[in-house]
């Protein structure tokens, strides 16, 4: 019969636990067994020699947890895919809630601020509200002919602008013409044309009228969800923090909303100017080398700014295309464009660093790729929403201690 010592290590030895609890368990019952009963010494030694985890258990263990990271990375990547498919189908509600989210974001200091002295939230986003519809009427109503001057003229520039290159062209012409020429001889005899095939496309009046209609029920969708948004307050906040368990948990929700406030109010409201002054800068230059409407160009300009890389590309090709068609000589016609990338260089280089510091401070290479998914998910206002999202993206990371390595990856 074996004692009760010897029982309760041989017990303690053959229980079914995890490699780690097995192996301190084994640590503890053999300082035990040497230090009291050195007489079981023998039977635990043999034991020991049929619990240590040899290399087959081990192989077997790393496999296990190699297979478990693959799943793991498996379902993170189908989960990303099933949400980018899911963005993309709902843009519809998805694109007009985030835009008013980023809206009331930006506006809700203002109205926090004319709450202090007094002012309702109705009465401070009715202000609020009515004075951007004003804008914008303003702004409309001041660019509407000029506006409609270059859009009657587009046929022209680009009939002009064709004939201009008609130099440039001619050896793709030449080449095209020798490569139907082989065609030709190289043609078997009694071999029939391939048969033409047309494909009918809808009318161009009906998809502008499409497009138009999404774009303005887009567009009060927005205002409609900001305004009410304004007019809340911050309820969603309220209740947002009585959920969090925890005092701490309350008072990091509220740091964390005040923060990303902070942070793209301070982003949007130092791109604006920025943008501003350098509509200013090409419409200034733009006018000096006598270049039609200097004015719409200059409100273009600012406009094309917020887009991240596409804005620089976009306006470089109409000025250079408009250069073409309204300058004889090639290097006056190159001076718009000049002119753009200059000022643009110096914006991104030397105002914006000086006025945003590091406070919003991100990879270009991350930038570059939420402003490319965000035009294939969301077109143009996609592309806008790319950096005000990753603002609020890193603001979150910062503030969870888990995700502190993606907010590594998103900053500069």
Known sequence: MIPFSQRWVRDLLMAERPACSLALHFAIGRFWIMTVSPSVAPAAERLADLTRIDGVSASLSEKAMTRSYTVMVCLVVLTALAVLTAMYFARPVLLPLTM?????????????????????????????????????????????????AVLAQVP???????DRLQGYLKPLKDLQSAGVEMDEI?????????????????ALSGEMLNTTGEYVAGVTITLALWYFL????????????????????????????????????????????????????????????????????????????????????????????????????????????LI??????????????????????????VILLAALLGGWLWGVVGMFLAVPLLIIARVICESVESLHPVAVYLAR
Not at 133 to 144: I, S
Not at 187 to 201: A, F, I, M, N, Y
């Open 340 to 365: 753009y990338l200059v000022a643009n260089a110096i914006e991104a280089n030397l105002v914006t660093p000086m006025l945003l510091g590091r406070s919003i401070d991100l990879n270009p290479v």
């Open 156 to 162: 022209m520039t680009l009939d002009s602008v064709t």
């Open 100 to 148: 008013a989210v980023v809206l009331s974001l930006v506006m809700r200091p203002a109205v926090t601020a004319l709450r202090s002295y007094g002012v309702p939230n109705v009465v401070g986003a009715s202000v609020l509200f009515a004075l951007l519809l004003g804008a914008g009427v303003v702004a409309v109503t001041t660019l509407r002919a000029p506006a409609q």
């Open 186 to 202: 190289t043609k078997s005899p009694g071999e029939r044309d391939p048969l033409p095939v047309r494909l009918e496309q809808p």
């Open 230 to 337: 304004l007019v809340s307050g911050d309820r969603f906040l309220e209740k947002t923090v009585t959920l969090a368990p925890t005092f701490r948990g309350k008072r990091e929700v509220v740091a964390t909303v005040r923060e990303i406030e902070a942070r793209i109010g301070r982003y949007l409201g130092a791109i604006t100017l920025v943008n501003a002054g350098l509509g200013v800068a090409i419409g200034l230059g733009l006018w000096v080398i006598d270049f039609p409407n200097p004015l719409l160009w200059g409100v273009i300009a600012a406009l094309l700014n917020y887009l991240p890389f596409a804005g620089l590309a976009i306006g470089t090709a109409l000025m250079a295309v408009t250069g073409i068609a309204t300058f004889e000589s090639l290097p006056h016609a190159l001076l718009a464009p």
